[in-house]
C-alpha cells in the first residue's frame, strides 16, 4: 500500500556555518527569538521508502517518516507520520518493528520567526550547519511562497549559494 503524506509541507535548505556568532545576531537583529539549546539524538529505521527517524531531544521529541526531494536549490519534505512526543510504547514498537541502520547526536540551537525555523547544528566531531526550515502544517500556503521565503532567509543571512549542502545527516541506507 503506497505511502498517504500528511498536510504538512515545507521547504529546508541546509549549509555550512562558519561564523555562528554572526548569523545568531544576524537571527535576533531579524526578529527571529531563541528557543533553545536541544541535546539530540536521532535514530534512523530501515523502511521501504524514505526515512524514518525518532528523535529524543531535551526540547524536541518526534517519530517522522518523510522524504526530501530537490526542488530547485531547496528541498520540499513530503511526511507520511508526524508524531511529537511519542510514548515508551510507540518508541518499543518502533524497536520491535524496524531495523536500527543509524544514529546521529548533535546540539541544535533553535531559532523560530512565525512559520520559519532556523536550526544552528554542532555535530559531535565539531563541524557546524546551519538549517532554514520554512513550514505550513496546514497544507494552506503555496509551495513557491515558501520555498521563496526559505531563499530570502538564506539572503538575509548572508550565506552564499557555495555553502549550501544536501539536506539530512543520515544518507546510508535509509
Known sequence: MP???????DFT?????SDRARVERQLLALGFTYIGLDEQRDTYFRVGQGKLKLRQGTI???VTH?????DKAAEKTVVYVY???PSAQQIAALYAAH???GVVEKRRRIYRLGNVKIHLD??????????IEVFDHSNTRPAPELEARCHEVLRSLEITVADLLPTGYFKSGC
Open 3 to 9: 505511502l498517504q503524506p500528511m498536510t504538512y509541507q
Open 13 to 17: 535548505l541546509k549549509a555550512r556555518l
Open 60 to 62: 524536541e521529541n518526534l
Open 66 to 70: 518523510y522524504e526530501r526531494r530537490v
Open 83 to 85: 508524531d511529537l512526543n
Open 99 to 101: 531495523q536500527v541502520i
Open 122 to 131: 554542532t555535530m559531535a566531531e565539531g563541524a557546524e550547519f546551519l538549517e
